[in-house]
């Protein structure tokens, strides 16, 4: 999000506005020093922003939340200081594959019922995160609910010049925990015909908290030479063109900026249908659909694509480049402020 705040920074600096940020820490590396930011301290972000403008008696204009739960007592406690500042609400949360337990989903019905009023817009990432709002939170009937994609930096990534046809080679690029599904694609190998499973690697960009779980998983099933993990990369940018396909085998997401990056770079990418992932697949056009959990489904797709019964052939980096630019979240961001 970085890039973006400095991007959006510059864009609404441009228009006339003051704009101060409230950070969980006093960030001064590269744009980063031009802000006025305030940070936490020892408080909650949203303890600090209410002291400061209390303090301060600043009348807000907006005020935009990032990565803040929706629908909490601190948005009516900003309608308390500020009668008249609109506020928006961006939501980048996945959630569950199976959903929420039921005292969660009862408490949400009850937060949406009680301060889901003081939020004039809720922001979804996705067209799936607007609809998981709506359920959430039940009363939104004077509340306006918009989706602004996330974008990428599309120039930054080096392009797959061209794709092999039969023994592809395929990357993962994610942290490491249990939702990413990573178990899955290991299953997936295990199933493959043996002449298969003596030639394919797959290399794991991403580091995280079940890396011990899943090499314990390659030693049960034998598949130490299938796995390589190659640990977090600080340039994938540059990595995702060395690589035929991507593999995505995720429970849970609200929209993968790793979808976004592999096809910027020209790679096509094997997911699950969980979260935005089919507002940006399309099965059979820039990358494969299969369910979640259904790693013999994975194998399948996995297993034609090695023996060149099924592939992608067209630039699947076009579409990422016309409206998942950087430039594009932006804009559509700063039209959140007329």
Known sequence: MDYFFWRFQEAIVYDGWNVVWFFPNDAKFKEY?????????????????????????IEWDYVVTHFIELCIPFFKSIKRLNTKVKIIAVDHNPRPLEGFLLKK????????YLYSKYIDVFVGVSHYTVKEIKYDFRFLKKSELKVVYNGIQTDKFSKRVNRKKSEPSFLVACHLRESKGIQDLIHAVYLLPITIKEKICIDIYGDGPYKLELLELCEKLKLKN??????????LYEIYALYDYLLQP???????????????????????????????????????IFPTKDYK???EIIEGLF???IGIIE??????????????MVENHVKLLK
């Not at 630039?315 to 594009?328: A, M, Q």
């Open 315 to 328: 630039d699947v980096s076009t579409k990422i480049e016309n409206e998942f630019s950087i430039e594009k």
């Open 297 to 299: 489904k994975l194998a």
């Open 307 to 309: 023996l060149g019964k």
């Open 105 to 112: 989903k009862i408490k949400k019905i009850i937060k949406g």
């Open 33 to 57: 020093s031009k802000f006025t930011i305030i940070s936490l301290g020892n408080d909650s972000i949203e303890e600090v922003f209410i002291k400061y403008t209390d303090e301060k008696k």
């Open 250 to 288: 995720t429970h849970m997401e609200c929209f993968s900026l790793s979808i976004l990056e592999s096809l910027s770079a020209n790679v096509p990418v094997i997911t699950t249908p969980v979260g935005g992932n089919e507002e940006v697949i399309k099965h059979g056009s820039n990358g494969y």
């Open 226 to 235: 299938n796995f390589n993990f190659k640990g977090s990369a600080a340039n």
